[in-house]
């Protein structure tokens, strides 16, 4: 693995942050409403899975030995903590948490698709899904489980072969759907704050033996 980091591994260094970010807006979004009761859930899903990204550079925190282990082990930490905070959360507060989260991850969605909206071309959706993969992580470059099907002005349709989060939610104890809920929520309201021309739906499909999923962005 080479000793050098290139635009890449700072793009996915950026996803990972996001991801936690929310992680951290979630938390908050429980304590404010909820009560105290949340730190002990942080903490001992801290202790259990490992901390956050320190606010330092990339290039501060990495092996340099084996760039793509570190990235792929950060990913992993904050994917599966994430899930089981939520997954604690939800046992203690059952739907009322569900819905709580869900408006935090809304929250979240829109407050990156504003973001993206000052920074990207965001006018077709071919610009609104590449926009949203400098946001929202979904495993390592060299997965690659999407594949753009149709790309027009004013539709595009992609599928996604295999789900690279379900194995992180079910360790961690997370009920999939829920997850997929979240998941869902965040995007529509990401590609809705980026351009409200534009709605995103996903709906599920058999693709040989894997349950995949068919993602569209189109023209309202």
């Known amino acids: 693995?080479?000793?050098?980091?290139?635009?890449?591994?700072?793009?996915?260094?950026?996803?990972?942050?996001y991801h936690e970010d929310l992680e951290k807006e979630v938390i908050q979004g429980f304590r404010e409403s909820l009560g105290e009761d949340t730190v002990n859930i942080e903490d001992a899903n801290i202790k259990?899975?490992?901390?956050?990204?320190?606010?330092?550079?990339?290039?501060e925190l990495i092996d340099t030995n084996n760039i793509h282990?570190?990235?792929?082990?950060?990913?992993?930490i904050a994917e599966t903590r994430q899930a089981s905070i939520l997954a604690n959360l939800f046992a203690k507060y059952k739907n009322e948490g569900i819905l709580l989260a869900k408006n935090v991850?809304?929250?979240n969605g829109a407050a990156l698709g504003e973001d993206a909206k000052t920074k990207y071309d965001v006018s077709t959706p071919?610009?609104?899904?590449?926009?949203?993969?400098?946001?929202?992580?979904?495993?390592?470059?060299?997965d690659n489980v999407n594949s753009i099907r149709v790309a027009e002005e004013d539709y595009l349709e992609?599928?996604?072969?295999?789900?690279?989060?379900?194995?992180?939610?079910?360790?961690?104890?997370?009920?999939?759907?829920?997850?997929?809920?979240?998941?869902?929520?965040?995007?529509?309201?990401?590609?809705?704050?980026?351009?409200?021309?534009?709605?995103y739906q996903v709906?599920?499909?058999?693709?040989?033996q894997e349950e995949g999923f068919l993602h569209k962005i189109f023209r309202k």
């Open 126 to 142: 071919k610009e609104i899904y590449d926009v949203l993969n400098n946001y929202i992580l979904n495993g390592m470059p060299c």
């Open 48 to 59: 259990k899975y490992g901390d956050r990204i320190p606010n330092k550079p990339l290039d």
């Open 203 to 208: 709906s599920t499909e058999n693709i040989g």
């Open 105 to 107: 991850y809304k929250q």
């Open 158 to 199: 992609y599928s996604e072969s295999r789900c690279l989060h379900k194995g992180y939610w079910t360790d961690a104890g997370a009920d999939p759907k829920v997850m997929y809920d979240l998941r869902t929520t965040w995007i529509s309201s990401f590609v809705s704050a980026a351009n409200p021309d534009f709605k």
């Open 69 to 76: 282990g570190w990235l792929q082990e950060r990913i992993t």
């Open 1 to 17: 693995m080479s000793r050098f980091l290139a635009p890449i591994h700072f793009w996915l260094f950026n996803k990972i942050k």
